[in-house]
């Protein structure tokens, strides 16, 4: 369990099953399968949970191994690395390191300050032991990059431990509400009935607003909380910035346009005029009885051109065409190639098209956020200690002879960063040598 | 004018891939410090025609609305950063490059791996320049985050990084047969190929992670299995395959350099393929 070639084995098969889940559409019904790949390849990926695969044993399976495998490596090296990081760095442990250089000063010369001088430079603020024979220089940096794979390994399980929390104790619906209503349920499954919320959500005002080109430039839900229809909270929702009440957060995640009442349509065969009204989404007979219409989508602001209407429109056994009819350009009609083309002898102009936006927000409650944003916080600080913190110990040691002068001995060791150590040593002796007489 | 520069810089980077090849074929030093100098000189102009994009896009948007007050002048500031559409991403890309290079490699990078890092940003450039629809368009509504400056920067200076790490590894390999005396030795690419993945794995976490907090801030989820996130994970997972293969299992060499074309094959798909093949939350970016 503790292998680190186990631990390269499931990296890889993860990163292969993720893969398999980006070329097969996810989370379609099973009619889509069996529609695309055939009966039988259909119904064998259905069977396989290969459609949900990041839900299933496929992804899951080796993730719970390597979560084991994490905990394993935690529980097997984090003693160890504890207790190498509390060992501190005093001199007997530095007179065993290395031997990196000698330096002596003449017997007037003082080397104290030339010494202190050349670590702070190049190493950062030695500390000093005086000892009856001899005083030890010591600095020593990176003494925690030991902890930085396991704080590491640590913050996974942790964000590993946030999703699970997520998936059974959290929950996620959406709420769509138009000007003016009051909410007290949201739907969690479109298969099963409404939840209920503790408290009332009413939509007093939602705006949008729209670049020139008919882009959206932002759209915003001013909300109020009602706790026993007394108004408790107001709040603005917009996206990027959610609103949380009552241990939900509201999301302010799309909008749509339906129709207030029915849609009126004036329908013309050469001359010959007459006004249509069509409720949403009925079949409507054209003036003659040889077409038929469905009033089909709402956009509030399509293309920049301002409300539309989708129509699907047949006239004897073919297939429905579709296209939009405009409010404020009923001459895009007869322009072939646009999506307001009518392609047929029937002209439809709007003539009253009653809407208004509803607001669609996304409803959630997530325990296992913090758990997440804990383990993303310390994931960068134990990337920080492995990769930017190489341990190095460094020690000077100074011995006064009988006649006054000064030898010094330079150790010093890096085991995981030899290339930036040895420019260091470099460096750090010719400072040396300039304080020192040879 | 914008685009006449980075026409300008695009044909500076051409000239100092040549002058690095140069350099790598007859071991000249000072055709070496030349194209160095070139280089660094294509780096500021771009730094230049960045700044000046993100300018054009400021005033663009203050002219739709203009902030009132200064902190709305500064988040519109934030906001318009160049990284909003597939043409900005690839300005940026081949900025990272040369940036990352000049900086983390200094004077390791000469010769033919010089040549190589000139040459991809040369490519990305001209790419850029032109076949990829470089008009600024106002940002979308899922678009207006202060996350967007450091995820885009983030994800990107990690793909910068990789290419680095791939750049070496092709010189790595290409020399597995016999040594080319002309080529950076494999002693030297070797800690080269590690030290860019490095950077480009801090890079990748800090792009995922402030990725995972912008979608939790927009959209209630801090992950939804989009293929760019998901391939962003398999990137991720391959590059963290490679740095636990050499420090803890001590691999070097050509497997190490396997694995760094690997991850940056992994890299390309998160960015192309993932854009024009398989459509999310991210197509936006086309
Ligand atoms: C993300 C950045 C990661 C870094 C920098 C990292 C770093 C390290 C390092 C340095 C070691 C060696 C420990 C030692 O020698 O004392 C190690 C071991 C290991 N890592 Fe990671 N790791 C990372 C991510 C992961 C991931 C994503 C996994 C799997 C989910 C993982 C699983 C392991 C395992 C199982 C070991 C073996 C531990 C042992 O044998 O004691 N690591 N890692």
Redesign the interface.
Known sequence: MTSIRLTVFLLLVLALVAIIGTLLPQGEPLDFYLARYGNSAGAFLWRFRLTQIYYGPWFLGPLSLLAANLLACLVHGLPQALSRVSRPFTGEVAAALPERGRFSWPAEVDPHGAVVTAFRQELGRPRRLVFPDQEIYLVECGRFRPLGPYIIHLALLLILVGGVLGKFWGLTGSLALGQGETAQTFVKDPRRPEQALNFQVRLDRFQVRFYPSGVPEEYRSDLTFLQDGREVRRAICRVNDPVSFGGLTFYQSSYGAQPTGPIRFKVCRGEDCHPVEAPWRRRVELPGGQAQIIALRLEGDLQGLGPAVQVAYKRGPGHPQIFWVSQNHPELAGKPGSPFWQPDEYRLTLTDLPFRYYSVLQVKKDPGVWWVYGGFILVLAGLFLAFFRSPQRWALILKKGEDGSWAGRLLGSAPRAREAFGERLTRLKERLKKGAGS | MISLTLGGVTLAYLIAGLLFLGAGLWAAPRLQRLARALLWSGLAVHTGALLGRWLQSYSLASQ?QPPAGFGELVRLVVLQAPLSNFYESLVFFSWCLPALALISFRRRLEGYLGALVATLACLLLAYASLGVDSSI??L???L??NWLLIHVATCFLGYGAFALAFGAALLHLWQTRRTRPELPGRALLD?LIYQAT?IG??FL??GI?TG???A????????S?D?KE??S??TW??Y??LL??R???GWQGRRIAWLAVFGFLAVLFTYFG?SFL?PGLHSYLT
Not at chain 2, 216 to 223: D, K, L, M, V
């Open positions: 739709h368009k106002p979308m509504p899922a207006k985050s800690p490095v794995f801090v976490t800090l992670i995972a907090v912008w939790e801030s927009a959209w209630g989820r801090y992950w299995w293929p998901t391939w994970l398999i997972l391959i963290a395959t636990h293969a420090l803890v299992k993932v398989l």
